[in-house]
């Protein structure tokens, strides 16, 4: 099992959209691509708490997660639910992201 850790900084006051889209339209898209989430946080206290939302996804293995992102990317359903959020303008500054694997003693495996 790996996890993949991602940080979304939200352009200024566009918070509430990124979550919004998440919980209401990429949540339901991601399970039609057997994308499991394995958890959602704001910053509630740290140098982006009006800004950041942090999650952790959970793969098999990298080649699992290559085929369903890249699936998820192209899914006309998630292609037109971006277009629609973003058309005041973006609703993210930057993401970052990367792949972890749990250690030998780790709680989660």
Known sequence: MIYELRIYHSMP????????RFQNHTLQIWEKHGIRQAGFW?????ESESNQLTYLLAWDSVAEREERWNAFLADPEWIA???ESEKNGPLVQNIRNELLAPTAFSSVK
Not at 13 to 20: E, F, I, K, M, T
């Open 13 to 20: 006051g566009r918070l509430s959209a990124l979550l919004s």
């Open 42 to 46: 704001t910053t509630l206290i740290g």
């Open 81 to 83: 639910t971006k277009a």
